[in-house]
Nanobody, 124 residues
């Protein structure tokens, strides 16, 4: 069992930056692919970014490429999402998730554990 806790959300003006963090319980954090997802009101949860256990491979949604960066520190059991040049359309609840399959997936159905989410609001 893995428990995930996100932090770092908040209110920011368009063009600003935030860094989200997700800390996991357990001793095998490096075995998990970690993903960041977001869900805006009235919309489905969507993939934002993901990173493999070693940290050497990552993937991004087209909408955030060049603006967001995912990274991880396995010694701290933590994955980060650095968000730059934020836009109002980035407003959503952001979730981190863990996947035991070693394959970096973009579909929510492949992720086994989820955090509670953290709100990100970008004002125009």
């Amino acid at each position: 069992q893995v428990q995930l806790a996100e932090s770092g959300g908040g209110l920011v003006q368009a063009g600003g930056s935030l860094r989200l963090a997700c800390t996991a319980s357990g001793r095998t954090f490096s075995n998990y692919v970690m993903g960041w997802f977001r869900q805006a009101p009235g919309k489905e949860r969507e993939f934002v970014a993901g990173i493999k256990g070693s940290g050497t491979s990552s993937a991004y949604a087209d909408s955030v490429k060049g603006r967001f960066t995912v990274s991880r520190d396995n010694a701290k059991n933590t994955v980060y999402l650095r968000m730059n040049a934020l836009k109002p359309e980035d407003t959503a609840v952001y979730y981190c998730a863990a996947d035991r399959s070693f394959i970096l997936q973009v579909d929510t159905k492949f992720y086994d554990y989820w955090g509670q989410g953290t709100q990100v609001t970008v004002s125009s």
